[in-house]
C-alpha cells in the first residue's frame, strides 16, 4: 500500500512538473519578449509562493534599500515594491480569517497616509490620469505615483506585524544592510559580457561625467549603509569609548568611501547624522565635545594640502566645503558642483511664481505629449535652459517642498506635514521611552530621521523618491517597538500606616 501511495505521489509531481518543465522551454525560445518574462515570473511566484508566508517580513526588510529590480514586469519596479504589495496582501488576507489578527496601528501616522491617498487620487483624477508609457498610455508621469502610492502600502505591509522581539538583532541587519547590493550595479564595467544579464536584477550605477571624472554611486550607497550600521551597532560611545580602535578604523574607513560617489548630499548626510547622534547619546557633556571639536580642526587642516590629491569623485563631494578653504580642489571638480548648485536655484527662481497658482489643486504628475512639444515656450521656462526645462517639466525639482506644493497644493503639504510630524513624534516617544534593549536602534533612526527631514526641507529632495524612506524610518520603528511607547505613570505611593498602639489615646473626661 505504501508503494502504491509513493508512486501515486510520483505520478502527480511528474504530471505536474514535466509539462510545466515544456511550457517553460518552449517560453524561453523567444527569452526577450515580455510574454517569456511574465510567464516565468509566475512560475516562480508560484514556486516560492510557500516561502513567502513564511518569511514575507524580513524578506520584506531585506528588500527595503536592496537595488533589485523585477525586469520580467513592465515598469521593472524595485523588490521592494513587489515585496510590500506581496506581504500587504497576505496580511489583508490573514486578517479576513483571523480575527485576533491587528495591525500594530498608530492612527497619527495611518490617517495623515489616508488622506494622502486622497489627495492623490484626486489631483491625479483632474490633472490627466495615472498614465504609464510602459503600457503605451499617451500620457507620462504615472511612475511617480506608483511610487507614492507604493510607499504608502509599504508602511502598512511592515507595520502588519509586530518584529519578533528574539529576532530584533537579524531584521536590524536585514533592513540595514541589503543596501550592499547597490555595489553590484558598479560592476557593469569590469564583468565579462556572459554575466550581463545579471544587471537585468542589479541596474547599473555608475556615473560618468563629461569631463571624464567617474562616480561610484552603488559603492558609495552600499558604504555609508555600513556606514549607519556601524553606528547602529556600537553608537558613537561604543566606537570611540571602548578601546576598540579597529572601530574608529572602519568607521572613518566606511565614511571616505562613500564618497566616492561625487554627492555632496553623502558628506552632509553622514556629518548630520554623526552630529546628531552625538547630542542624542549625551556625549556634548562629556569630554569628548572638546575632543572632537579639536580633532575637526586637526582634520581640516591636514586635509587642505592633501584633497588635491584624492579621486576625483571625492573631491567632487568635498566642493561644498568654500574654494576659501579647499583652494587646491580640482577646478572641473568645483566647476562641475558649483553649476550644478547654480542650475537648481535658477530652477527654483522660475519655478516660485507657480506656487499660488497650484495652491489649492496641485499640477500633479501627468505629461502629455503637447507638454512635451511646448517645452520651452512657456512663461514659466523661459528662464531656464532645455535641460532645466525638462527637469521642470518632470516634476523633478530637486527641492522638497516644491516637490510637494508644486503636484499636491496645500492639501499635499497638510498631509505630507502631518505625517512627518507624527513621526517625528513617534520616534522621540520611541528614543525616549522605548525598550532599553533597543534603545541604540531607537536613537538612531531618530538620528536619521532628523538627518533626512534637514536634507529634504533645505538642501535637496523629491518627495516621490523619498517618501519611502520616511515610510521606512517611521514604519520600522513602529514595527520593532510595538507602536509607539509612553512614558510609564509613576505609581502613587501610599502614606505609612501607623500601627494603633502608637495612637495617642483619648484623654477621660
Not at 57 to 79: A, D, E, H, R, T
Not at 89 to 99: K, S
Not at 141 to 148: E, T
Request: charged share 10%.
Amino acid at each position: 500500500m505504501s508503494n502504491q501511495l509513493q508512486a501515486f505521489k510520483a505520478l502527480i509531481t511528474y504530471a505536474v512538473i514535466v509539462p510545466m518543465a515544456i511550457f517553460v522551454g518552449y517560453m524561453l525560445a523567444d527569452p526577450l519578449r515580455y510574454s517569456t518574462f511574465g510567464a516565468v515570473g509566475v512560475v516562480l511566484g508560484v514556486m516560492i509562493f510557500p516561502l513567502l508566508l513564511k518569511w514575507h517580513q524580513p524578506l520584506l526588510l531585506f528588500s527595503w534599500n536592496m537595488s533589485v529590480v523585477i525586469p520580467f514586469i513592465k515598469g521593472q519596479p524595485y523588490l521592494w515594491l513587489v515585496m510590500s504589495a506581496a506581504t500587504l496582501g497576505i496580511a489583508i488576507l490573514e486578517r479576513a480569517l483571523n480575527r485576533d489578527m491587528r495591525f500594530v496601528q498608530v492612527w497619527s501616522l495611518s490617517l495623515p497616509l489616508i488622506f494622502f491617498v486622497g489627495v492623490i487620487l484626486f489631483t491625479a483624477k483632474m490633472t490627466g490620469g495615472i498614465g504609464l508609457r510602459t503600457f503605451g498610455s499617451e500620457v507620462y508621469g504615472g511612475r511617480k505615483y506608483i511610487f507614492l502610492l507604493g510607499a504608502i502600502a509599504a508602511y502598512f505591509a511592515l507595520t502588519a506585524w509586530r518584529v519578533p522581539p528574539h529576532r530584533a538583532k537579524l531584521y536590524v541587519g536585514l533592513f540595514f544592510l541589503g543596501a550592499l547590493t547597490h555595489f553590484v550595479g558598479d560592476l557593469v564595467q569590469v564583468v565579462p559580457a556572459w554575466l550581463y544579464p545579471l544587471f537585468w536584477f542589479f541596474p547599473p550605477t555608475i556615473a560618468m561625467n563629461p569631463d571624464g571624472g567617474t562616480r561610484l554611486a552603488g559603492t558609495a550607497t552600499a558604504a555609508q549603509a555600513v556606514y549607519f550600521f556601524i553606528l547602529l551597532r556600537y553608537g558613537i560611545r561604543g566606537v570611540f569609548l571602548q578601546g576598540k580602535p579597529l572601530r574608529i578604523v572602519l568607521l572613518g574607513l566606511f565614511f571616505v568611501i562613500s564618497l566616492v560617489g561625487g554627492y555632496r548630499s553623502t558628506l552632509l548626510a553622514n556629518i548630520l547624522v554623526f552630529f546628531f547622534l552625538f547630542f542624542l547619546e549625551g556625549l556634548h557633556r562629556t569630554r569628548l565635545l572638546p575632543t572632537f571639536v579639536l580633532l575637526g580642526i586637526l582634520g581640516a587642516t591636514a586635509l587642505i594640502p592633501t584633497a588635491s590629491k584624492l579621486p576625483y569623485s571625492i573631491q567632487r563631494a568635498l566642493a561644498v566645503v568654500p574654494e576659501s578653504i579647499l583652494p587646491d580642489l580640482d577646478p572641473i571638480a568645483r566647476w562641475s558642483a558649483e553649476d550644478s548648485s547654480r542650475w537648481r536655484l535658477e530652477m527654483w527662481e522660475a519655478l516660485l511664481p507657480q506656487v499660488p497658482q497650484y495652491l489649492w489643486l496641485g499640477k500633479g504628475y501627468a505629461i502629455s505629449q503637447e507638454d512635451w512639444q511646448m517645452m520651452g515656450y512657456d512663461t514659466s521656462f523661459r528662464a531656464m535652459s532645455a535641460d532645466e526645462q525638462t527637469l521642470a517639466l518632470a516634476g523633478d525639482y530637486h527641492n522638497g517642498p516644491l516637490s510637494i506644493i508644486l503636484p499636491f497644493g496645500i492639501w499635499g503639504v497638510l498631509a505630507v506635514g502631518a505625517f512627518f510630524i507624527a513621526g517625528a513624534r513617534v520616534l522621540y516617544c520611541n528614543y525616549r521611552y522605548g525598550d532599553p534593549a533597543l534603545k541604540q536602534l531607537n536613537t538612531l533612526l531618530l538620528a536619521l530621521f532628523l538627518m533626512r527631514i534637514t536634507m529634504f526641507l533645505f538642501v535637496v529632495g523629491a518627495l516621490d523618491r523619498d517618501l519611502w524612506i520616511f515610510v521606512g524610518l517611521f514604519g520600522f520603528s513602529v514595527s520593532m517597538n510595538n507602536g509607539m511607547a509612553r512614558p510609564v505613570p509613576e505609581l502613587a505611593t501610599e502614606p505609612a500606616s501607623v500601627p494603633v498602639e502608637m495612637l495617642p489615646r483619648p484623654s477621660s473626661p
